[in-house]
């Protein structure tokens, strides 16, 4: 057995002996300015022939060229006429850098054992030399937020810039605590031969236990130096003054009701929806409370069969349209995260337009996490975390990412798909 | 002490007289009776067309001796006066588990059990089991017998619902007797299904799994039959074949598998009976195309619950439609002259049986034409109608004696004869006594005694003056009477007791009013009673059928209840993506016609076409899915064995499937359904168009080739299945290419022996069986079955083109092949396309190095490359998976827009019709938004063989309809529970999506 597990360990060994991520870009020592491009400023508003410098890591100009008073001077200058510039993408809800090869147990770090477990934290596990990181931001994604799953609590994520040495360097917060709520439904029968989904019998107990720890952990809160300790309540404090979000993940109706009413009888100060399939039903609410909803991807099927069609792709500007501030994610399989630009594209496809949509994934994502006052868009004083496309980055037909900058750090756009890629290409071209 | 003396004694008579076989030997003194009736007066329906007033029946010795009118009754029989009450045969239910053990549930375990843990020489799989005679296991159960005999029934066809193939059913009647006395057939019929019930063996896991193996049990069969036997003993198929000239019966759980059932039958001569599941007006003209006979249940769903707006929308459509339609099911069979008989089988509680009847009733079904469902119709179907189902000389002395129609509401039944016995379900009164009496109590004159309700159990009142007062009653069999009833209604004072004796039609005797005073009463008979039915309960007594809704085609969200057809259209002044060397068309009309594309060209016209206005919008040939697993019914993976290449995905297309318009949504026009990737050789896919509203075998496409789905890596070997799956060969990569190797060496062998034999002068000896596996296998070597074959990296891509070298055939696709970059030269040398993902990976050890450059690097290298999905969401926008393409790549957008069009089309063998728009080719066409490749663009008509079968405006105004008609069936649900009837919580069904890695939890 344990000549297995040397064999196993091997195996790993001499595959990060071949992976070689590349290196993360150097701090910005020279200002840099993109001229002639077109820039999104994720905000909904668009300069033509713009001007975008950056010193230091932050934005410095964001004007248009007729009417910016530029000297060049002192500047690299990047010419991206013709090209089109975007806030560096958000990607909410990911479980990036803890999940390599999802089949391959040792691999996994996502999903703790345990119901309730708020402490645990995503950020000291973050992975920054994972494969999957140059891929994911090869397409506009700069930021991610790191999220442990399985269980009800399921702990505390992170925020993490996509280019990093490790994860202190990649850090920019740890922004909340999230909770699965308890399905309403839930599915019978074996998976060849499901049973109809039947009301969740379990629900009104797991809410009951749910109930005493988040009422537990409001009284602790309110004690300055508690004895006994209790790190699971300790972790949880930030949702009582403010500083953390609660993202409570569920879909129907009914349970998001029933989940933001929860949070508001427990003292939780900043409530966030996460998914969201069917929040279309309940607008009124989610406005009238003044909640945020992170939609996830929407490039799944219809919740059920009477559904329209397009309801998935539609939903963003159902929400929005409602006045509900949205964000978009696209959650699960770690190869998804790299589509997240095509998300805001789908959506801006059915109801929004591409200014709009591209703020679900840029400012509204920000605002939600809490880092609009650093990234979600392209505005003086904020980070130079920005990507070049040479045209449209919500489309896959034309997103074509040719330069990005994290605090105004270049990064690499080199990844494995792309080292294969040549190498193979060069196999055939000399034949 | 003495009157228990004779109780007991009473009883035991009794016991004695039920204990008359042959050779039973018996205590005391011989009492054989003759059992000699002669019910007279009786309107006696000899058979479900035939009604005989004041008519005699005479019985005996369990036997009918005579039926008819005006008949003598010879001295010797005990006559029974009926006084007008009717007289049916005795009900027949084909469908039962009467007096049967139960069936155990098989236990969960975990890990494999590859082999029958049953002891003896019998079939190799555990849920064949034909060597079951019911009868063998037939212990009288007297309450099953009490509860069946008061609905009426006296005979039913009994087995045990176990396994696929079933065993014998026994043919018995409902008599308490002796088991000996009670059957009439012991091996009566055989019973199939395609649940594997009780059996604890993986094989089989799926639908299309248990349709192979009874396929196959037949051929081996046949082969035992003619000389295996002398190569292996085998009880399971020595009873298989004794049971073949019994009445075959099939039972299936919905109605695509009534087809499924009628198909398999058909392949080997036999017409199934088959027991619907009573959702059979859902696709009745199939069901009529069957020729099948029906058994039908009445157990019609319990409207819902549906007080909570929110969870309504949790109920499916078809569930809630269901509800509503289930009830005119015998009706719409019926009509359509198909052959049915109803069973109580599946009601929770039997006591709804009649209601349930008298529902169908007033959903259409005649009263005769029910009558014959549970009478003619099973005594016909189960070979007995010398004995059943009617009441003529010689058969059966079974029938029943009702107060009423049969099937009218007022209706009681009162005995149940079954061979000769009496069984009393309510008591025969003596005299009918409805009717209105001139009442006299004492003094008290003027007063009216109504006696309404059932001849058996009829309802009092009195009526004085204005007051009608109700009464309390008893009458004994014995004619007596007790009344009770206040004088007026205000009183509180205590109620008049009366108490007498019925003689004639007079009612009189003696009593005690509430004053306590002694009274003499008399009630005479003055006129029959009005059945003064409320106004109300006579406009329930139809239901108004009109109003139903409408049966869809599917029976979906989005159905249609008209079925589309093909139009004349030109489309105009498009972008038209030709697919051929003409490149991308500007400006250009397109017109289809009779279901095929005629012309490509500018300014088209002809007569009658109805025009479309393409401007500003793109017209591109339909997409086609090479890999898909949508319209699948009940398991995409037969998973117990490595090699299944008897299994055929085109048994179990699912016609009904949501996804099926979601991908017309999207575009799609045509897929390839494959088997899953859990083992090396897997079953046979079916490729077919997507033509919503058609039935499975419609949507097949007419002579396309065959092909078979293969699978490498770690599927097949369990790698990600856990640790209790390490026992089925393959684990490795290296046993993988064994199993290939193993199994092309058996076909050869097999075809060979095959050939030998059918070539041989005299075919002396026994003929070699016939095997589906490998038959599936000499297509391949033979080039008439083409290979998908799932794989992901070099070496196994390397390896399965080495073997097939070797074998003698070739691969004609890999798909998924995210490896494909690696070995692209390998295949263009090879002549293999690839089908691929545009971009996953990571999620398992084997995808690690897969890029989404892969396709492109195939392409460059000429390999005929197509992107597929695996997934019935990605299926639904395989233009813009094409699309990345062009991003990882450079591959140029009109060979891009190929590969989920024309290049799939190549790779089905389908280009010379489909994926490029080209005049003469299938009209499969779609008119897309935008640029088709953009994430923007939305399909906004899909045509199919010319017909339209998705159009965005149809489809919003769909939406609305489907909306109004939820909100129809919710306002009757709630009436309906308003109106006292059961109601039951929602359910939501989900919609089961299928991937090719699909074996229990674990996908991709």
């Known amino acids: 057995m344990r000549a297995l597990f040397t064999f196993i360990y091997c195996i790993f060994i001499s595959i990060h002996l071949i992976a070689q991520p590349p290196t993360p870009g150097k701090p910005q020592v020279k200002a840099v300015a993109l001229v002639g491009g077109t820039a999104h400023l994720g905000n909904g508003q668009v300069i033509e022939n713009a001007i975008i410098a950056f010193e230091n890591g932050k934005l410095t100009i964001v004007a248009s060229a007729a009417t910016a008073n530029f000297d060049r001077s002192g500047y690299d200058i990047i010419d991206v006429s013709g090209k089109h510039i975007y806030p560096g993408l958000i990607a909410p809800n990911t479980r990036l850098g803890l999940d390599e090869v999802s089949a391959v147990r040792a691999t996994r770090d996502f999903s703790e054992v345990g119901g309730i477990n708020p402490n645990v934290r995503s950020l000291i596990a973050y992975n920054t030399d994972s494969e999957l990181i140059p891929t994911t931001r090869a397409n506009g994604v700069l930021i991610a937020q790191v999220v442990p799953q399985g269980g009800l609590v399921t702990g505390t994520s992170a925020l993490v810039k996509l280019d990093a040495w490790n994860w202190e360097d990649a850090a920019v917060k740890e922004d909340g605590i999230h909770l699965n709520w308890p399905a309403m439904f839930v599915a019978g029968g074996i998976w060849y031969d499901p049973e109809p989904i039947k009301k969740n019998e379990g629900h009104p107990k797991i809410l009951d236990e749910l109930s005493r720890t988040f009422a537990d952990a409001l009284a602790y809160s309110q004690v300055k130096n508690p004895s006994p300790a209790n790190l699971k309540l300790e972790s949880m404090r930030g949702l009582f003054d403010g500083s953390k979000n609660l993202y409570i993940h569920a879909n129907y109706g009914k349970e998001i009701i029933e989940g933001v009413q929860f949070a508001k009888i427990h003292g939780v100060k900043k409530v966030v929806i996460m998914g969201g399939e069917d929040a279309w039903m309940v607008v009124d609410f989610l406005k009238e409370n003044n909640v945020a909803v992170i939609v996830s991807e929407l490039h799944r099927l219809p919740t059920r069969p009477e559904d329209d069609v397009d309801l998935p792709f539609k939903l963003p500007a159902m929400l929005s349209k409602a006045g509900i501030l949205v964000g978009l994610s696209y959650p699960g399989e770690t190869k998804n995260y790299t589509n997240l630009a095509f998300m805001a594209g789908t959506a801006a496809g059915y109801g929004l337009s591409k200014e709009e949509a591209l703020t679900l994934v840029t400012a509204n994502n920000a605002k939600i996490l809490g880092i609009d006052n650093q990234a979600g868009t392209l505005e003086k004083g904020k980070d130079a975390t920005l990507v070049v496309s040479s045209g449209d980055l919500l489309d896959m037909r034309t997103n074509d990412v040719t330069y990005a900058f994290i605090q105004g750090r270049q990064i690499v756009l080199d990844n494995k798909h792309k080292r294969l890629f040549k190498r193979f290409d060069e196999k055939y071209s000399t034949k | 002490m003495n009157k228990k003396f004779l109780l007991l004694g009473g009883l035991l008579l009794l016991k004695v007289h039920l204990f008359a076989q042959v050779t039973f030997p018996r205590n005391g003194v011989y009492d054989q009776r003759s059992r000699m009736y002669a019910f007279t007066n009786a309107t006696l329906h000899t058979d479900y067309q035939t009604t005989l007033e004041k008519a005699t029946l005479l019985i005996k010795d369990g036997l009918i001796e005579a039926a008819g009118a005006n008949l003598q009754v010879p001295n010797g029989y005990v006559k029974v006066d009926l006084q007008g009450n009717h007289i049916y045969p005795g009900l027949i239910d084909l469908h039962t588990f009467y007096s049967m053990p139960e069936v155990p549930k098989p236990a969960p375990k975990n890990g494999p059990q590859m082999e029958s843990a049953k002891k003896g020489p019998y079939s190799w799989n555990q ?49 308490e007797g002796l088991e000996n006395e009670a059957t009439l057939k012991q091996k009566a019929a055989a019973w199939y299904s395609f649940n594997k019930g009780s059996s604890t063996q993986d094989y089989p896991t799926s639908l299309m799994g248990a349709i192979a193996l009874l396929r196959q049990t037949y051929l081996d069969a046949d082969w035992y039959k003619k000389g295996g036997s002398a190569k292996e003993q085998n009880l399971s198929l020595e009873a298989f074949n004794q049971l073949q000239n019994l009445p075959q019966f099939f039972e299936v759980s919905d109605k695509l598998n009534v087809l499924r059932a009628d198909k398999l039958g058909d392949e080997f001569g036999i017409q199934y009976i088959i027991k619907g599941a009573g959702d059979e007006y859902q696709r009745i003209a199939e069901i009529k195309a069957t020729n099948a006979s029906l058994v039908i249940p009445v157990n019609f769903p319990n409207a819902l619950t549906v007080d909570d707006p929110q969870d309504v929308v949790m109920i499916p459509i078809a569930d809630m439609k269901h509800w509503e339609l289930a009830p005119a099911n015998p009706a719409a069979l019926a009509k359509a002259g198909i052959t049915f008989s109803l069973t109580s089988s599946g009601l929770k509680d039997k006591k709804d049986f009649w209601n349930n009847v008298r529902k169908a009733i007033q959903y259409g079904l005649p009263d005769n034409e029910a009558l014959k469902a549970l009478t003619y119709t099973p005594a016909h179907l189960i070979k007995a109608d010398n004995q059943l189902g009617s009441l003529k000389k010689g058969m059966l002395a079974n029938f029943i004696i009702t107060s009423d129609n049969l099937f009218s ?109 002694p009274v003499k009463w008399v009630a005479t008979y003055s006129e029959a009673f009005k059945q003064a039915i409320p106004a109300k309960k006579d406009s329930a007594a139809k239901a108004d059928v009109a109003s139903l809704g409408k049966v869809t085609y599917p029976f979906n969200a989005f159905g249609v209840d008209t079925k589309l057809s093909a139009e004349n259209i ?31 060209g500018k300014n088209l016209s002809l007569a009658g076409a109805r025009t479309i206005d393409g401007t500003g919008k793109h017209l591109t040939a339909g997409i086609i899915d090479e890999h898909s697993h949508i319209g699948i019914s009940n398991g995409v993976n037969e998973m117990a064995q490595a090699v299944t290449a008897e299994v055929r995905i085109g048994d179990v297309v699912n016609s009904e499937d949501i996804n099926i318009y979601r991908q017309l949504a999207g575009g799609v026009v045509a897929s390839q359904l494959l088997h899953g990737s859990a083992n090396p050789i897997g079953g046979q896919s079916a490729l077919i168009k997507l033509k919503w509203g058609a039935s499975p075998e419609e949507m097949k496409i007419p002579n396309a080739d065959g092909y078979i789905k293969f699978a490498l890596g770690e599927n097949v ?40 034999y059918n070539s041989s002068k005299n075919k002396i000896g026994t003929p070699p069986r016939r095997d589906l596996e490998l038959e599936a296998l000499v297509e391949i070597l033979n080039n008439k079955r083409f290979i998908t074959c799932h794989s992901y990296v070099q070496s196994e891509i390397n390896m399965l083109l080495h073997v097939a070298d070797s074998m003698g055939f070739k691969v004609n696709t890999f798909t998924h092949i995210l490896e494909g970059y690696k070995v692209a030269d390998k295949m263009k040398a090879h002549g293999v396309g690839g089908s691929t993902f545009s971009d996953w990976w990571a999620y398992k050890m084997e995808v690690q190095d897969a890029i989404p450059y892969n396709a492109a690097l195939m392409h460059k290298v000429g390999v005929t490359t197509a992107i597929n999905s695996d997934d019935a969401e990605m299926g639904r926008r395989l233009n813009q998976e094409a699309g990345k393409t062009v991003k990882y790549g450079g591959v140029s957008e009109e060979e891009a827009l190929k590969m989920v069009t024309l290049n799939p089309a190549k790779l089905l063998h389908l280009d010379n019709r489909m994926g490029s728009i080209k005049p003469g080719k299938d009209a499969d066409i779609v008119l897309w938004s935008d640029h088709p490749l953009s994430i923007y663009a939305r399909a906004e008509k899909t045509f199919v063989d010319g017909i339209l079968y998705y159009d965005l405006e149809r489809d919003i105004k769909l939406r609305e309809e489907l909306k109004a008609e939820r909100n129809r069936i919710v306002r009757k649900m709630m009436d309906a529970k308003n109106g006292g009837a059961a109601a039951e919580s929602p359910a939501l069904k989900k919609t089961q999506i299928w991937h090719c890695e699909d074996i229990g939890g674990i996908e991709e």
């Open chain 2, 409 to 517: 509401e007022q209706n009681t039944i009162y005995e149940n004869w079954v061979q000769g016995y009496k069984y009393v379900v309510n008591q025969l009164p003596v005299t009918d006594i409805r009717g209105v009496y001139d009442l006299r109590v004492g003094g008290q004159t003027g007063m009216k005694l109504l006696v309404s309700g059932k001849a058996g159990n009829p309802e009092f009142a009195v009526q004085a003056g204005k007051d009608t007062l109700k009464v309390k009653a008893t009458r004994s069999a014995s004619n007596l009477l007790t009344l009770a009833y206040s004088p007026d209604k205000k009183s509180k004072k205590g109620e008049n007791r009366l108490s007498g004796w019925i003689e004639d039609k007079t009612l009189k005797g003696e009593g005690i009013t509430a004053e306590g005073t």
């Open chain 2, 570 to 600: 030109i489309i105009k002044n498009a972008m038209v993506w030709t697919n051929e060397k003409e490149g991308k068309l500007d400006n250009t009309d397109v017109l289809i016609q009779n279901g095929k594309i005629a012309k490509v």
């Open chain 2, 717 to 756: 070997k369990q790698a990600n299945w856990g640790e209790a799956y390490g026992i089925r060969f393959p684990q490795t990569r290296m046993g993988v290419e064994q199993v290939f190797m193993d199994a092309f060496t058996r076909a050869k062998e097999y075809e060979q022996a095959m050939k030998a």
């Open chain 2, 127 to 175: 849920s064949i089991r034909p060597e079951t005679n019911a009868s063998e296991q037939y212990k009288l159960n007297a309450k099953e017998a009490e509860e069946m005999r008061s609905l009426g029934f006296g005979t039913v066809l009994s087995h045990i619902p176990d396994g696929i193939a079933r065993g014998s059913a026994t043919l018995i009647t409902l008599h």
